[in-house]
């Protein structure tokens, strides 16, 4: 190694040994006969010091043409500061230099390298490998990497075995749009990147490889909105002989081995909640459950006395937010806005403060009497000091709108602290659900996933209410992960392919092979992928998956940094057998 | 679970338990009053055991119907057996049934799912899935996945941070043939599959990530030989501040912790040999050095006595093979005849029998005495007993004939047990190879391999003498990994740009990002990647790759079992904004 210890290692017991290190020029303070350096590396950081008349003046010059970030290698001897700086560990010490060698020369980065950069984030993208030298975005790759470590422990403590399943497949055009890669072999012809090793982890249960995990990555073509990427990283895993409870309990284990590992936190055990209770008390398949404020439906107590608005709605449903009965007229119009707005959508914003006093304000007291909102009141279980939200009409509509002011009143009360988790199973999710574009049945999971065997009876006469033993893992209202126990025999398969519309030649020319593999002995098997960027970002504390992704791309697909996609040559496209069509401006 | 245990754990202490297990049918033999059936998991097979009379008929029933990898759930109570089978870890006991279910049937399968299947190759493809319950090709996937988990633990322990770089990249003209995905979003512009995540690592070095690795998949277009896969998987690594000899012992390390706590075997340290050494004693830049059998040149004894073939020759080396004296006729013209074909390219072969007797007796006697032939053996530090073989001609070509000959010597004589390892270090690669097909320079190893720094002022007068900061670690024979220490100015990178026939424009185009960077404070660094599935084969010792491969594709690119690559809608090429040019026939 060019150096004997890294930035971040020495300490006061180091004191008088000659070392040599190496890193990037932080910071230069030049007190004219006094010169510090800040030495950093990935390590840490180490002050070196430079004196005039006790240093060679050769040394001392180069020492100051080091500008921000040049590569240093320096020898020297460890000294007990005189003011120490117990904000960092080597604060006790710095190096008396006495030898410096400029190992590469910097231009001025374009931004600083600090926790708190100036550079915005088109330039932090374009010269992504500066913007990895911050402390922030570096350790939340190391958070990442010691988050794929941990996961491997536990899953190989329990006989999960990683495999490695191909990245160039098949296309299909279940789910979401496919990447293709043509191939040059087989002219005419296309692979096609994975959504998820989907098929071939059930293929792998039908081997008897028992348990199978895999952090790989995942590729789908959509149209990016903000924090996603058309790169991805799955934690895939599937079990055999197994029930829904072996699965739920297995990977709530991986969840509370990660926060125990990685954060220090103990995490009680994961609760249950069926899809139709996440969507009655919180609106929302996947409920932010920090904070209580659970949604109260209100039909019978508020229809009949004559307030239109009410009376002609499928739902009449509130929440109770704590200590905010006086909330102003300003703040109580401002939430009206908000549920107003097109994308939650709701007509008007109904309140009823519940003053200290013991009495009702409320915004419809034109029609409900101080008895009938003390009856709100008690249903909510509202105190004096609450004030009570109610929205109405057509049910999905209301109660999507009432999750997203819920979610809003959670952060306006600071319920949702990033420091705090709470994780949830919900089950029992819709096997299927009606699209109006396409006019049929689309697999809310996958195609794969199994009906529950008592709902198999309605899959004739009520699609809809068929239940599929799928689930998925929330903490704090942001979906990580999900699964479902699979089909694993052939009629059944082709049954859920036929209500999806496929034909019988269709549903063979994609999944025949799956098919076939379930007529050799396929075993019961289920399993679960989590989002392991999402994950990551979660357990970093942080609202964009970004900056745990160490080369993303931006919302328009593209790394500008390396600046691509870009053009091929013509060869390249004639030996692929494709054309590229004229693009129109 | 649906199982109690699994079918590899139970033992003479568990008898009188009352177990579920869960499996596949091995095997089931009917004697009429009894009936065994072998169960099968990944973790072993226990036996299950049924006696008419003393088990409901329904149940016989049943076990009976079962065939061959049928799905069973089967409880009883453990008893010792009758006669014991020492062979299998659970022999000593069988389950008593009382009760099965059938989780699944199975269609007969196409092959036997024994370790010596009668399944052809291209039937085990297309059934990869019932080739995968072989316990061979299973536990080939488990040493897999044991190199990875040994692989991680050892660069672990040396603060090696794994960090996913992207998949989807950019097309670059050098090396081999990329993969091309081409983007919706951005009509007529492709992303390409990584060859290797190569400049990415360098960047996350220039970022001071320190000490990268990362287990990744990466693909290359080429023409499939035997045993190449279009994706195939890197162990691929970096590190930074660091000498040439560093890498060399931090991954001599890793070859050895995983010979230790993978195979349990202590390898010695591995020694180095130039690139001119190789090519010199063994024709070959990943000699097998399990055995000796050097190469010994001849020039200076053997010219001037009139044979033509040897006067007119560049050179005359041979190799001596001990205890072969005896070789019959037909032996020595099965070899003249192997070196003869094109694929060798000798012209004849010389040999020299050293008989017990002290005689010698040669194909060139006539040219030869008794003492100049003494002289050769001499030089061969050859014994009564031992045969020499001699090759001549052009260098290049006969060291290469004859690296051959001594391979399938050593083969023959039994020197290269595949249980026996022997590892190398090839260093001091040349920098360039000159390309008679292009007319022009092209990097042996990668452009950004770092040239020695004293035989930079070669460049210029003599390229193909410049040797590379460049090493390939060599098992057996084998190139398992190979790396060098990187450019890492902007200035140097130009250059070898420029010598290898970019344009300023062109380099500036496909890696404009990366001499960008070097310009930020580029630490010296330097790598290696090490091809995962040949290391995997190596410790398994395999001659194949693909058995390590969970789903391989067979040398068309294709996937069989899934078929594919297939065609893709009219709908996907049209978003796509590219044409399939009609097919020739």
């Known amino acids: 190694m060019l150096r004997t210890h890294t930035c971040g290692e020495l300490r006061i017991s180091d004191v008088n040994k000659e070392v040599t290190l190496t890193g990037w020029v932080q910071r230069l303070r030049d007190k004219g006969s006094l010169l510090w350096v800040d030495l950093r590396d990935r390590y840490g950081i180490t002050q070196l ?9 050769a040394l001392l010059q180069a020492a100051r043409s080091a500008g921000r970030e040049y590569v240093l290698k320096a020898k020297g001897t460890v000294v007990e500061r005189l003011s120490k700086n117990d904000k960092m560990p080597t604060g006790d010490v ?11 020369t910097s231009k001025t980065p374009p931004f600083t390298i600090e926790d708190n950069t100036d550079g915005g984030d088109d330039l932090r993208m374009k010269y992504r490998y500066l913007d990895l030298r911050r402390n922030v975005v570096r350790e939340s790759l190391q958070l990442r990497h010691k988050m794929a470590q941990q996961t491997r422990i536990y899953l190989d403590s ?50 008897g490889f028992d348990r ?12 990016l909105r903000a924090d996603r990427q058309p790169e991805f990283t799955q934690i895939d895993c599937e079990m055999a002989f197994i029930t829904q409870e072996d699965i739920l309990y297995t990977f709530e284990g991986l969840v509370r ?28 398949d996947k409920p932010d459950t920090r904070f209580e404020m659970k949604f109260v439906e209100l039909n019978d107590i508020t229809q009949g006395k004559g307030f239109q608005v009410f009376d002609s709605a499928e739902l009449v449903v509130g929440i109770c937010a704590k200590g905010c009965a006086e909330y102003t007229r300003k703040q109580l119009d401002e939430l009206t806005e908000y549920v107003k707005k097109p994308q939650i959508g709701a007509k008007g914003l109904v309140y009823v403060q519940c003053k200290a006093d ?18 709100w009141a008690e249903k909510f279980n509202a105190q004096p000091g609450d004030l009570i939200f109610v929205l109405s009409g057509d049910a999905d509509k209301t109660r999507k709108a009432l999750n997203e002011l819920r979610l809003k009143m959670g952060d306006a009360l600071g319920l949702r602290d990033k420091n705090k988790f709470a994780a949830l199973w919900v089950i029992d999710f ?6 109006e574009d396409t006019n049929r049945w689309h697999a809310m999971h996958h195609p794969f996933t199994s009906p529950k065997p008592e709902d198999m009876k309605l899959l004739e006469s009520d699609p809809g209410k068929v239940r599929a033993n799928a689930y998925d893992m929330v903490i704090n209202g942001t979906e990580v992960g999900g699964g479902s126990i699979r089909i694993h025999d052939r ?9 999806l519309g496929f034909s019988d030649e269709e549903a063979k020319k994609q999944f025949g092979f799956l098919m076939e593999a379930f007529e050799y002995g396929a075993p019961p098997h289920g399993g679960i992928a989590f989002g392991f960027d999402r994950l990551c970002s979660l357990f970093g504390g942080a609202d964009s998956i970004r900056d745990f992704i160490a080369f993303p791309k931006n919302n328009a697909g593209r790394d500008v940094m390396i600046d691509t996609p870009s053009t091929i040559s013509q060869e390249q496209l004639t030996e692929l057998n494709i054309l590229v069509k004229e693009i129109k401006k």
Chains 1, 2 share one sequence.
Not at 257 to 271: A, C, T
């Open 257 to 284: 081995h990660l926060f125990k590992n990685v954060k220090g936190i103990d995490m009680p055990s994961v609760p249950h909640m069926s899809y139709d209770d996440a969507m009655k008390y919180y609106g929302s």
């Open 94 to 104: 710095e190096i008396r230099v006495t030898s410096i060698e400029v190992l590469n």
């Open 212 to 223: 199978y995990y895999q952090i790989v990555k995942c590729f789908r073509d959509e149209d």
């Open 158 to 207: 329990l006989n999960f075995i990683e495999v490695e399943t191909p990245v160039l497949i098949k296309s299909t055009p279940e789910g979401a749009r496919d990447f293709v890669v043509p191939s040059r072999m087989n002219p005419g012809e296309f692979y096609a990147l994975p959504q998820s090793p989907q098929t071939f982890k059930q293929l792998l249960m039908v081997s």
């Open 358 to 375: 013991g009495t009702f304000k409320s915004s419809v007291d034109k029609f409900y009497s101080a008895d009938d909102l003390k009856t």
């Open 491 to 499: 009629a059944t398969q082709q049954l859920m392919f036929s209500k």
């Open 49 to 57: 010091f430079l004196e005039e008349g006790k240093t060679d003046p």
């Open 430 to 435: 819709p096997l299927l659900e009606w699209s």
